[in-house]
């Protein structure tokens, strides 16, 4: 397996967060050549390699920016997630704490290229020590004049990336939440959500230097035609090296999980994985066998590679109980706006529940299906479908185990 960290090559450098020690090895050295460049002259680069966003969706990156309009009244805004709530999910915080350099970098160029003058990262409220390793960055970046010309904010919070207050997203705007060197140079509309945001993950944005650096051909020689690049996969569950590794797409699954996990934990059997976050559709061993990791080949078994947070599930795994913990998650997270959701994942929970404690019925089982084609599609956003995806797959695949609970 060829050597292709992209993103992650200076994770084993020790103190590779500062930012004299990241300068020393190539740190904002692209800056000169895309500030060199027309804004739309770093849209077309993107776009030509491909660059697909790897917050989960794989979109097209340069699609997106290309939406963004060049000529406006109204400011351009860039916003970067750092969310990474959903379980199986930790590639983006090894960027913030091995890295953060490599992200400021990646945002001054994407701020280059929409023409906008502010970058907010939303954060999640647990990562309270990665925000500080970031300020940190952050602060580091100011003082050395890399950020004269464009203001980066960091906003930590549960849920402001998406539907967050509008107070707490205008006093992060203020200055209030954070150093308060961060405050804009300018004055900002009351809301700015009201004018054009370009909205990536982190490792999107970290990944714009070398595509910019070294062309769009030096990016697509990774991966495939459809999935170009690289992608972080975090391993975790039943695997013998847990961690965040880097490879490049079309990587054989089984090949990936040896190499870099040292293979199923106690040298024991492969019976599931859930491969990109738990909303992914779970995979049997059998499955797993002849798939790559990438979007084409997930999406043909019925999955999806997300964000690249591979759970691996050994021998001994109690699918049961497996979805039991998933259901609890979905059914303490729902924002409850919609009654799908709201009714739709806790009921289910609370049957899987009754499964477990050997008081259900062939009925129940049934009646998770239902509730899985109830919150399918009927509601405002995918947090349903998310879990109707998870009822279903589970119960198609390791029905039996349900059935031997009754």
Excluded at 273 to 284: D, E, N, Q, W
Aim: proline fraction near 4%; hydrophobic fraction near 35%; aromatic fraction near 8%.
């Amino acid at each position: 397996m060829r050597d292709c960290r992209l993103v992650s090559r200076k994770f084993d450098i020790k103190d590779s967060f500062k930012i004299d020690v990241a300068k020393e090895n190539g740190a904002y050295k692209t800056l000169p050549k895309a500030y060199a460049l027309k804004p739309l002259e770093i849209v077309e680069i993107i776009k030509e390699s491909n660059l697909r966003g790897k917050g989960g969706g794989g979109a097209s990156a340069g699609d997106k920016w290309a939406l963004m309009p060049q000529e406006s009244d109204k400011p351009s805004f860039l916003a970067i997630n750092c969310d990474e709530s959903e379980p199986g999910t930790f590639k983006d915080r090894q960027i913030i704490s091995k890295d953060p350099h490599l992200l400021i970098e990646g945002i001054l160029i994407t701020c280059h290229a929409i023409k906008s003058k502010h970058a907010y990262i939303y954060i999640r409220g647990e990562y309270k020590q990665y925000q500080t390793i970031l300020q940190t960055a952050i602060d580091e970046a100011y003082s050395d004049g890399l950020l004269d010309n464009c203001d980066i904010t960091i906003h930590r919070g549960a849920g402001a990336y998406i539907c967050g207050e509008k107070s707490a997203l205008l006093e992060s705007m203020e200055g209030k939440r954070g150093h308060p060197r961060l405050k804009p140079k300018q004055k900002e509309p009351e809301w700015f959500f009201d004018n054009p945001t370009l909205v990536n993950n982190v490792e999107t944005i970290a990944s714009v230097p070398f595509i910019v650096q070294n062309g769009a051909d030096a990016y697509r020689e990774f991966g495939t035609e459809q999935s170009p690049g690289t992608l972080l996969f975090a391993m975790s569950g039943h695997v013998q090296n847990p961690g965040v590794y880097e490879a490049e797409f079309g990587t054989s699954m089984m090949e990936y999980i040896n190499h870099f996990g040292g293979g199923v934990k106690n040298g024991k059997k492969l019976k599931a994985v859930i491969p990109g976050g738990v909303s992914c559709g779970v995979l049997t061993a059998d499955e797993c066998e002849n798939l790559t990791l990438d979007y084409e080949a997930l999406r043909s078994v019925g999955s999806s590679l997300g964000t690249g947070g591979m759970i691996l599930m050994d021998e001994d795994t109690d699918m049961v109980e497996a979805l039991k913990n998933i259901l609890e998650f979905y059914h303490e997270e729902s924002c409850g706006q919609c009654t799908p959701c709201r009714e739709g994942t806790g009921w289910s929970d609370k049957i899987v529940a009754k499964i477990l404690a050997k008081k259900g019925t062939k009925a129940d089982i049934d009646k998770l299906l239902d509730l899985a084609d109830v919150m399918n599609g009927k509601t405002i956003c995918v947090f349903a479908p998310s879990v109707s995806k998870v009822l279903v797959d589970f119960i198609a695949k390791f029905r039996d185990e349900f059935e031997a609970m009754l």
